[in-house]
């Protein structure tokens, strides 16, 4: 973050890429003014074409330039146009902000160094930025892009640049829900006298008291580390002060086992209770490779598919960024070309598909299990509806606030949905730890008492791959 002159007021020149993240960012800068360069326009224009999440953006960017230029004349649009209110296509409005829209309406002396020449669109930017910095002493110019290349030459050439930062769910990711707390030593013999506790559908549950209890979350684990090895989950907050906890299942018992499935620490039993539990619609699980994210949301479904019957099927997702560079083109069918993508799928598939008789019924438990485990695209997500269904997403970390949106609500009655990811691997341009989509869910659905999330701190997968996890 740059140092801001607070004696003078902000001219903030948006790169092409923030309007493409964001496209109600030039009604984010308060009292501020935003400057258009032409170049920009020009690459809206360039990218406007197809059916991507970035096109989408695009278009919607033009539509709210339309209705901030639709009654405008040439005098209106040099002295700045008031920016908002605008339609914002769902039908509402995008508030106003109380600064103004600039476009570049004049040709400008873009003195670049030579090294440096204005006909690429990021130096365009620079330039522009440059001779506003000149034209306009009075105003601090500041350049904002999603770009860290376009901002490291425009810090070496002098020029304030800064990131977009209000997509940011946090100021840093370790501020971010655990779904965890730890109760203190004395908290039971401190809450003795405002407790009462009862059985419900074969569970205990306890209502307490105190202000200390405050910060706690609807569907939050607790635990107690005094030898006791209580475990509970908050089900209600009823006021700030009162809240009634749930004792866990569990699930490391092997008579509580899920699909053959046993959880190996603390976490990972929070994470089958909450997955396993009917009353929590959405579920997010977070943690580095080889916690079991995938192996535990995985054999909850099929215990839901095949022998509760809460839910009619399995569908399974992810956003399709690869690692490396991409293989090209990938024939067939929507759920072939998905394949290669759900290799985690089917390596816990091979997990959980262990019965005893030999390879006969290995290969029948296998052919059931992927009968009731659809793959499916996200880029044929947008106006769907699913019905009692177990939704899988994988690789969450990777999708923006705004895809995570258009995908959570195609959920339709009855359905459940699990959200995994590991935000430290996110492989998407633009997208940071406190920007991603994952970030952006659990931080709002941490208050809803439907939802539930958990953060696995133990690798479970290997010696090798724990101490590939510390140490590379």
Avoid at 157 to 182: F, K
Avoid at 199 to 208: A, C, L
Avoid at 225 to 253: C, H, L, M, N, Q
Avoid at 423 to 429: E, L
Wanted: net charge negative.
């Amino acid at each position: 973050m740059i140092k801001r002159d607070h004696d003078k007021t902000c001219l903030f020149v948006l790169d092409t890429n923030v309007l493409m993240h964001d496209p109600t960012c030039i009604f984010r800068f308060q009292e501020h003014d935003v400057f258009l360069p032409m170049v920009v326009l020009e690459e809206l224009d360039q990218g406007k074409k197809g059916m991507s999440e970035v096109a989408r953006n695009v278009r919607q960017v033009s539509r709210f330039l339309d209705q901030l230029l639709c009654n405008a004349d040439k005098q209106e649009i040099d002295a700045g146009l008031a920016l908002g209110p605008v339609s914002s296509g769902g039908g509402g409005l995008i508030a106003p902000a109380a600064g103004r829209l600039f476009f570049q309406t004049q040709p400008m002396d873009l003195k670049l160094p030579v090294a440096l020449p204005g006909s690429g669109a990021d130096n365009n930017i620079l330039g522009t930025a440059r001779a506003l910095h000149d034209l306009r002493p009075e105003r601090q110019v500041i350049i904002v892009s999603k770009d860290i290349n376009l901002r490291i030459k425009a810090a070496v050439l002098g020029l304030p640049a800064e990131d977009y930062a209000n997509d940011q769910v946090l100021d840093d990711a370790a501020l971010l829900y655990t779904g965890v707390e730890q109760l203190p030593d004395a908290f039971w013999s401190d809450h003795s006298k405002a407790m009462d506790s009862w059985k419900e559908e074969g569970r205990t549950r306890y209502r307490i008291g105190g202000p200390d209890i405050a910060n706690w979350y609807p569907g939050e684990c607790l635990y107690s580390d005094d030898g006791t090895r209580f475990e509970a989950i908050v089900r209600e907050k009823p006021s700030t002060d009162e809240a009634v906890i749930e004792v866990v299942t569990d699930y490391r018992t092997p008579r509580h086992n899920v699909w053959g499935i046993n959880a190996r620490n603390r976490e990972q039993n929070f994470a089958l209770n909450m997955l396993m539990d009917p009353d929590l619609d959405f579920v997010t699980l977070l943690g580095t490779a080889g916690t079991g994210k995938t192996l535990l949301a995985l054999a909850a479904g099929l215990a839901q598919v095949l022998d509760r019957s809460l839910y009619k099927e399995i569908i399974m997702t992810r956003i399709t960024v690869p690692v490396g560079e991409d293989i090209g083109f990938l024939p067939g069918t929507e759920e072939e070309k998905m394949t290669p993508w759900m290799g985690a799928l089917m390596d816990n598939l091979e997990v959980l598909a262990r019965p005893e008789g030999g390879d006969w019924a290995r290969a029948a438990t296998h052919e059931l299990l992927k009968s009731r485990i659809r793959i499916q695209s996200l880029n044929f997500m947008r106006g769907r509806t699913f019905l009692n269904k177990y939704i899988i997403l994988d690789e969450a970390q990777n999708l923006t606030a705004k895809q995570m949106k258009t995908l959570i609500t195609r959920a339709g009655p009855g359905t459940k949905m699990v959200c995994l990811g590991n935000i430290g691997q996110i492989d998407t341009p633009y997208l940071t730890e406190t920007s991603s989509g994952l970030t952006y869910v659990v931080d709002r659905f941490k208050r809803w008492p439907h939802g539930g999330h958990i953060t696995l701190m133990r690798g479970e997968r290997s010696r090798l791959a724990d101490f590939a996890s510390e140490k590379l």
